[in-house]
């Protein structure tokens, strides 16, 4: 008895091997920073579609305010964004390539590396009395596999050339669809072309007529401006009437010579009429010939003698005619050169009266200048007169100003002069009291002196008596008071003095600086008088120039008056541009139905932009049969999975019966059925879970692009309703077309709605199966286990008979079935892969010809929506200039009226 462990053994190191080439697998192929750069990727798109979206909102937006600015910023944005959302695509695209390819080698080279891990597992678990049988059952299995492998890689490489063939029909009608949106952008672009053309030619034909009026502006105001010569009048006159007599002569001979064609016409039909009368004379002679040799009797020659006199006579006579009618072409000949030379001498005259007419034209013109040059320098002369009118006011205003300056500088001076002599006689004053108080001061000086020399004698005289000398003593004492009181007068009296001698300097120094401002102010006054005499001479002067200048503009006048007359002259030339003006407007209208051409094309092109969506709308439907097709043929992988069980089973059963006879064969049948079973199972799990990975990725995709385009439809086809109910003045039949547009957009978006809820509900069921489906292989999977374990113990009881008589013919013919049974159904499993995968590349493949059908639809509307309103702002702008120019007119007509009623 072996341990269950050791039985176990191999299973569990197929097992390992098995994960660490699936590890290794996926390790190569599937790297985190890959990973972490394709969410990243992902991250970026989705933010940039929002703000793409938009930027299309606030284009449209902005192309309805016109503000230019904005919008080239806007474009400059959006195209930006759309080349990094570009430079993604193209990088996850390309990540995509890769990650097959190293799918695709890998694969192959697990595939070849099967047979070894076959082989490996098969000999480990090989015992030494069957080496011989099992060497011989892995050479043929091995041969086996190889068909299979080979027969598998030739199916794989007929797919891919089926694929490629596929792929280069699709790429074949992608560009032939490019070619057609190419030729409908030239279309576009010829008739944009034709548009530009045809407003280029108006603008021109309109400069032109510009042009024209202003040169007729110009003419009218030379008219109006040629006076001085009244002679070049009479003669233009004359010349005029010379002109009208020969035009008059012209149209006679003009007339003449279409009688003359008349009758050229006539004559050449007469000419007509005479060579088939020669050619019936011709045929008479024939028929007389034939006549005359036929016939050789008397008789006969008599009549034919007679009709050949009679037809000689005809003949005669129609030569007679033909010779008349020559003459008289040769005479009308004659006469039509003489009209000729006629008509190219009056041309040569009208050439020399035109070219005289001209001349008188331009010599009116210089006239007409010189006209103009002195009335531009009698108004330059008035504006002198006039500067120097304000200029002679501001110098009067200047000169009583001084004036004025002078009579205050008067009164201050004769104030100034007053106060000096007030100051003089205060001084005088001062003078006076100063020497009665020196005088004083001497006096009591002296008197003290005298009376000291007598106190002296006295005291020395008088010792005895002390009353006398108190009374002395208290007088002395008096007398001391009142000399100090008088010493501090004087102080004051020499402080004031000095003041007062002060301030006459300074009032002296005033008056010597007043004096010399009076003479500097005498002096700017005497030549600002002189030359304000100067100048009022010269305006005395300019004056008489100014009353030459009114006799001459009063001469002016007088022609101006005569020129007036010649007014109603030019009224009857703005009479022919009014005409011309009414030929201008034809031609505008005749634009106006091209513009109309236009807009028809542009109804034609909608029309295949409807054919277009219906084809369009008409996918959806191709999309859900593939759906159904998809269905049925995953229904059918269930049925074959259900074989597969009914395969299962009866190899149960066959075990069941072989238990007996060859246990180790059956188990290592059983193991080698269990890891294909098993590998097959793990390689339909790995690709169902990425075929559901990508489908709902899709499926995600897809709803969020219905989403975007439901709100895109939503927010752009009312703006686009309200343009087309603007526009229906200028073509009622846009109406219709929008309702059918709005109707095919209404369609597409059910259309769209219905298979997005179908491939939801579909991708639910079939989740489901796939649950389902998960769930019987495990519960297989637990029921082969079951069966091992009840197996080996059986195993390690029995003794097998290492003998090559106990493999019967019939084990080993039920064996054979049984690996080809497994072929058969591998083989199936492999061509229902090969067919949900191209299944799901062509569902794939439709959505993104679905993405770019939409796209260029939304710019093909785009498109005409753009030329629609470039049609209409030119329409609008014509209309514009039109009815400026109608208001000119008016106006101008207005003006000749009120010339007219003042003149009257």
Same mark, same amino acid.
């Given at each position: 008895?072996?341990?269950?462990?050791?039985?176990?053994?191999?299973?569990?190191?197929?097992?390992?091997?098995?994960?660490?080439?699936?590890?290794?697998?996926?390790?190569?192929?599937?790297?985190?920073?890959?990973?972490?750069?394709?969410?990243?990727?992902?991250?970026?798109?989705?933010?940039?579609?929002?703000?793409?979206?938009?930027?299309?909102?606030?284009?449209?937006?902005?192309?309805?305010?016109?503000?230019?600015?904005?919008?080239?910023?806007?474009?400059?944005?959006?195209?930006?964004?759309?080349?990094?959302?570009?430079?993604?695509?193209?990088?996850?695209?390309?990540?995509?390539?890769?990650?097959?390819?190293?799918?695709?080698?890998?694969?192959?080279?697990?595939?070849?590396?099967?047979?070894?891990?076959?082989?490996?597992?098969?000999?480990?678990?090989?015992?030494?009395?069957?080496?011989?049988?099992?060497?011989?059952?892995?050479?043929?299995?091995?041969?086996?596999?190889?068909?299979?492998?080979?027969?598998?890689?030739?199916?794989?490489?007929?797919?891919?050339?089926?694929?490629?063939?596929?792929?280069?029909?699709?790429?074949?009608?992608?560009?032939?669809?490019?070619?057609?949106?190419?030729?409908?952008?030239?279309?576009?672009?010829?008739?944009?072309?034709?548009?530009?053309?045809?407003?280029?030619?108006?603008?021109?034909?309109?400069?032109?007529?510009?042009?024209?009026?202003?040169?007729?502006?110009?003419?009218?105001?030379?008219?109006?401006?040629?006076?001085?010569?009244?002679?070049?009048?009479?003669?233009?006159?004359?010349?005029?009437?010379?002109?009208?007599?020969?035009?008059?002569?012209?149209?006679?001979?003009?007339?003449?010579?279409?009688?003359?064609?008349?009758?050229?016409?006539?004559?050449?039909?007469?000419?007509?009429?005479?060579?088939?009368?020669?050619?019936?004379?011709?045929?008479?002679?024939?028929?007389?010939?034939?006549?005359?040799?036929?016939?050789?009797?008397?008789?006969?020659?008599?009549?034919?003698?007679?009709?050949?006199?009679?037809?000689?006579?005809?003949?005669?006579?129609?030569?007679?005619?033909?010779?008349?009618?020559?003459?008289?072409?040769?005479?009308?000949?004659?006469?039509?050169?003489?009209?000729?030379?006629?008509?190219?001498?009056?041309?040569?005259?009208?050439?020399?009266?035109?070219?005289?007419?001209?001349?008188?034209?331009?010599?009116?013109?210089?006239?007409?200048?010189?006209?103009?040059?002195?009335?531009?320098?009698?108004?330059?002369?008035?504006?002198?007169?006039?500067?120097?009118?304000?200029?002679?006011?501001?110098?009067?205003?200047?000169?009583?100003?001084?004036? /004025? %300056?002078?009579?205050?500088?008067? #009164? !201050?001076?004769?104030? &100034?002069?007053? @106060?000096? *002599?007030? +100051? =003089?006689? $205060?001084?005088?004053?001062?003078?006076?009291?100063?020497?009665?108080?020196?005088?004083?001061?001497?006096?009591?000086?002296?008197?003290?002196?005298?009376?000291?020399?007598?106190?002296?004698?006295?005291?020395?005289?008088?010792?005895?008596?002390?009353?006398?000398?108190?009374?002395?003593?208290?007088?002395?004492?008096?007398?001391?008071?009142?000399?100090?009181?008088?010493?501090?007068?004087?102080?004051?009296?020499?402080?004031?003095?000095?003041?007062?001698?002060?301030?006459?300097?300074?009032?002296?120094?005033?008056?010597?600086?007043?004096?010399?401002?009076?003479?500097?102010?005498?002096?700017?006054?005497?030549?600002?008088?002189?030359?304000?005499?100067?100048?009022?001479?010269?305006?005395?002067?300019?004056?008489?120039?100014?009353?030459?200048?009114? /006799? %001459?503009?009063?001469?002016?006048? #007088? !022609?101006?008056?005569? &020129?007036?007359? @010649?007014? *109603?002259? +030019? =009224?009857? $030339?703005?009479?022919?541009?009014?005409?011309?003006?009414?030929?201008?407007?034809?031609?505008?209208?005749?634009?106006?139905?091209?513009?109309?051409?236009?807009?028809?094309?542009?109804?034609?092109?909608?029309?295949?932009?409807?054919?277009?969506?219906?084809?369009?709308?008409?996918?959806?439907?191709?999309?859900?049969?593939?759906?159904?097709?998809?269905?049925?043929?995953?229904?059918?992988?269930?049925?074959?999975?259900?074989?597969?069980?009914?395969?299962?089973?009866?190899?149960?059963?066959?075990?069941?019966?072989?238990?007996?006879?060859?246990?180790?064969?059956?188990?290592?049948?059983?193991?080698?059925?269990?890891?294909?079973?098993?590998?097959?199972?793990?390689?339909?799990?790995?690709?169902?879970t990425r075929r559901i990975r990508v489908a709902e990725q899709l499926h995600a995709e897809t709803k969020e692009s219905?989403?975007?385009?439901?709100?895109?439809?939503?927010?752009?086809?009312?703006?686009?309703?309200?343009?087309?109910?603007?526009?229906?003045?200028?073509?009622?039949?846009?109406?219709?077309?929008?309702?059918?547009?709005?109707?095919?957009?209404?369609?597409?978006?059910?259309?769209?709605?219905?298979?997005?809820?179908?491939?939801?509900?579909?991708?639910?069921?079939?989740?489901?199966?796939?649950?389902?489906?998960?769930?019987?292989?495990?519960?297989?999977?637990n029921w082969v286990r079951l069966t091992m374990n009840e197996i080996k113990p059986c195993k390690n009881n029995e003794?097998?008979?290492?003998?090559?008589?106990?493999?019967?013919?019939?084990?080993?013919?039920?064996?054979?079935?049984?690996?080809?049974?497994?072929?058969?159904?591998?083989?199936?499993?492999?061509?229902?892969?090969?067919?949900?995968?191209?299944?799901?590349?062509?569902?794939?493949?439709?959505?993104?010809?679905?993405?770019?059908?939409?796209?260029?639809?939304?710019?093909?509307?785009?498109?005409?929506?753009?030329?629609?309103?470039?049609?209409?702002?030119?329409?609008?702008?014509?209309?514009?200039?039109?009815?400026?120019?109608?208001?000119?007119?008016?106006?101008?007509?207005?003006?000749?009226?009120?010339?007219?009623?003042?003149?009257?």
């Open positions: 008895m072996l341990p269950i462990s050791f039985v176990g053994a191999p299973l569990e190191m197929t097992k390992r091997r098995w994960k660490e080439f699936m590890q290794a697998l996926y390790e190569n192929h599937f790297d985190s920073r890959k990973d972490e750069e394709l969410e990243k990727s992902k991250t970026e798109v989705e933010n940039k579609l929002p703000k793409i979206m938009k930027l299309v909102k606030e284009r449209r937006q902005n192309r309805r305010n016109r503000n230019a600015e904005v919008l080239l910023r806007k474009e400059s944005e959006l195209i930006g964004l759309i080349e990094d959302f570009h430079k993604q695509y193209q990088f996850v695209y390309g990540q995509y390539d890769d990650l097959r390819g190293q799918l695709s080698e890998t694969v192959n080279g697990a595939k070849e590396d099967e047979g070894y891990f076959t082989a490996t597992s098969s000999s480990s678990d090989s015992e030494a009395e069957l080496e011989k049988d099992v060497k011989a059952n892995g050479h043929t299995h091995l041969n086996r596999e190889k068909k299979s492998f080979y027969s598998e890689y030739v199916e794989t490489m007929n797919k891919a050339q089926e694929n490629e063939k596929i792929m280069k029909e699709l790429k074949e009608k992608l560009d032939e669809k490019g070619r057609e949106v190419s030729i409908l952008a030239r279309k576009q672009k010829l008739c944009q072309r034709e548009i530009s053309g045809l407003m280029s030619e108006l603008e021109s034909e309109l400069s032109s007529f510009n042009l024209k009026l202003n040169g007729m502006c110009v003419e009218k105001k030379a008219l109006e401006q040629r006076v001085e010569n009244k002679e070049l009048q009479k003669q233009v006159s004359k010349l005029e009437k010379i002109a009208k007599e020969r035009d008059e002569e012209i149209s006679k001979l003009v007339k003449n010579g279409v009688d003359g064609a008349v009758e050229n016409n006539g004559l050449i039909s007469e000419v007509s009429k005479i060579k088939g009368l020669i050619v019936q004379v011709n045929q008479l002679k024939l028929n007389v010939d034939c006549l005359f040799n036929a016939q050789k009797s008397d008789s006969e020659k008599q009549k034919l003698s007679q009709s050949n006199n009679n037809g000689f006579a005809m003949h005669e006579n129609l030569l007679d005619q033909v010779n008349k009618m020559k003459r008289d072409l040769g005479s009308m000949r004659k006469k039509n050169t003489e009209l000729e030379s006629n008509i190219e001498k009056k041309a040569q005259e009208n050439s020399e009266f035109l070219s005289q007419i001209d001349d008188l034209k331009k010599e009116l013109t210089e006239k007409a200048q010189e006209f103009q040059m002195m009335q531009k320098e009698k108004e330059d002369s008035l504006v002198r007169v006039k500067k120097l009118e304000l200029e002679a006011q501001h110098s009067s205003n200047l000169i009583s100003e001084r004036e /004025k %300056q002078i009579t205050k500088k008067e #009164q !201050e001076k004769f104030q &100034l002069t007053q @106060e000096l *002599e007030v +100051l =003089q006689g $205060k001084m005088v004053k001062m003078e006076s009291l100063l020497k009665e108080r020196e005088d004083h001061f001497t006096a009591l000086q002296k008197g003290l002196e005298n009376g000291e020399d007598d106190k002296s004698a006295q005291i020395t005289a008088l010792m005895a008596p002390i009353n006398p000398i108190e009374q002395e003593l208290e007088l002395k004492n008096e007398s001391e008071i009142q000399i100090k009181i008088k010493n501090n007068d004087i102080s004051k009296l020499t402080d004031e003095k000095e003041s007062l001698k002060e301030r006459i300097l300074e009032l002296e120094k005033r008056l010597k600086d007043r004096g010399d401002e009076f003479s500097t102010l005498e002096n700017d006054m005497s030549t600002h008088i002189v030359a304000l005499n100067k100048e009022v001479s010269h305006l005395q002067h300019e004056k008489d120039t100014g009353r030459k200048l009114d /006799k %001459q503009l009063s001469l002016r006048d #007088q !022609e101006i008056s005569d &020129l007036e007359d @010649e007014k *109603e002259s +030019l =009224q009857v $030339k703005i009479l022919e541009l009014e005409i011309k003006l009414s030929d201008k407007e034809d031609q505008i209208a005749d634009l106006q139905r091209k513009c109309q051409a236009g807009e028809n094309e542009i109804n034609c092109l909608q029309g295949e932009l409807s054919d277009e969506r219906k084809k369009f709308s008409e996918r959806p439907f191709q999309l859900e049969n593939q759906n159904d097709e998809l269905n049925f043929k995953i229904s059918d992988q269930q049925c074959m999975l259900k074989q597969q069980e009914d395969t299962i089973n009866k190899l149960r059963e066959n075990c069941k019966l072989m238990e007996g006879r060859f246990l180790q064969a059956a188990y290592r049948k059983m193991d080698e059925v269990a890891e294909e079973f098993r590998k097959n199972f793990e390689d339909k799990l790995r690709m169902l219905c989403k975007k385009m439901q709100e895109h439809c939503q927010q752009q086809h009312p703006g686009y309703l309200e343009k087309r109910l603007s526009h229906q003045v200028i073509s009622p039949h846009k109406s219709e077309l929008q309702t059918t547009v709005v109707q095919a957009v209404n369609e597409m978006m059910k259309d769209m709605e219905c298979l997005i809820n179908n491939f939801e509900s579909k991708e639910g069921s079939f989740i489901q199966r796939l649950s389902s489906v998960s769930n019987e292989i495990q519960v297989a999977k003794l097998v008979v290492a003998s090559p008589l106990a493999f019967t013919s019939d084990g080993k013919e039920q064996d054979k079935l049984m690996k080809e049974k497994v072929k058969m159904l591998e083989a199936k499993v492999n061509k229902e892969k090969g067919d949900k995968l191209r299944l799901m590349k062509g569902m794939y493949e439709m959505q993104k010809k679905v993405a770019d059908l939409e796209n260029a639809i939304v710019e093909k509307d785009e498109g005409l929506l753009r030329l629609g309103n470039e049609k209409v702002e030119a329409i609008r702008q014509l209309c514009i200039w039109v009815d400026y120019r109608q208001s000119r007119f008016d106006q101008l007509m207005k003006m000749m009226l009120v010339k007219k009623t003042t003149k009257s």
